[in-house]
C-alpha cells in the first residue's frame, strides 16, 4: 500500500475509537481552517523559497541556500512527533529517499519540535535525512503555513496525552499546515502540496514525478 492509502486506514482508525463530541469540535475546527485565508497566503509554485539556516537533531546549523548548490530540494513540514499522520508521512519519505536522491535531490523535514525531540524522531525512524527543529515556526511562518489550534481543541490534545507546549518549547500552540515542496537551484518552487488537512499528505510518489519532470525541464 502507498501512503496515501496508509493515511486513509489510519483515519478510519482513529475516528472508531473517538467519541463524538470530540469528533464535532475537531471537524469545527477543520472547516474554519479550511475557510481561513491561509491556503491563499502561503507559498506556491513559482514563488522563491526564504534563505533559511535551522538547527538539526544534533543541533548543527543546516542552511537550505547551501543544499540548493548541490540540486534540488525536496522540504517536508510536519506537526510533530505525536502525530500518526506525520510518522506515517516520514516513515514512507525515508523508504522513498534513494528514489529521490538518484534525482540528485536532497531531502529535509521541518517540524516546531524542539531538537531533542526531533532527534528522537530521527532515531526511532532511522531517518538518514534531516530532521529540522523551526524554533517558534519562524520559517513555517516566511512560508505562510502557521495556524493556532483553537483554545477548544487543546483539553482534547491534553486528553490524548499530546502537550503541544512542551514538544515546541513555547506556549503559543501554532503549528504548520503539512506541506511539501520541491525547489529547484534557483529556490525557486517548482511543486507544492499544501492542505488544511492534516490527514492528507503528498505521496512520495509524486515527489519523485515532479524531480523528474524538473530534470526534463532543466
Partial sequence: ????????????????QM?????????????????????????????????????????????????LKTGPLVISFYRGSWCPYCNLELRALQQALPEIQAQGA???????????????????????????????NRVAKAFGLVFTIPEALR??????????????GDD????????TYVVATDGTIVHAFVNTDYQQRQDPEGIVAALKQLAVAA
Fill in 172 to 179: 503559543s500552540f501554532e503549528l504548520p499546515l503539512p506541506a
Fill in 19 to 67: 467519541p463524538d463530541d470530540v469528533k464535532a469540535q475537531m471537524t469545527a475546527a477543520a472547516e474554519t481552517l479550511v475557510n481561513s485565508s491561509i491556503l491563499a497566503q502561503s507559498l506556491n509554485v513559482g514563488d522563491k523559497i526564504p534563505d533559511v539556516t535551522l538547527p538539526n537533531a544534533t543541533k548543527q546549523w543546516v542552511s537550505l541556500p547551501t543544499l
Fill in 1 to 16: 500500500m502507498g501512503l496515501t492509502q496508509d493515511l486513509a486506514n489510519l483515519a478510519v482508525d482513529i475516528a472508531a
Fill in 106 to 136: 536532497t531531502l529535509v523535514a521541518i517540524s516546531p519540535e524542539m531538537p531533542d525531540n526531533s532527534l528522537s524522531t530521527a532515531e526511532k525512524y532511522e531517518l538518514a535525512f534531516p530532521v529540522l527543529s523551526d524554533e517558534k
Fill in 155 to 168: 483539553p482534547i490534545y491534553d486528553s490524548f496525552g499530546i502537550d503541544i507546549p512542551t514538544y515546541n
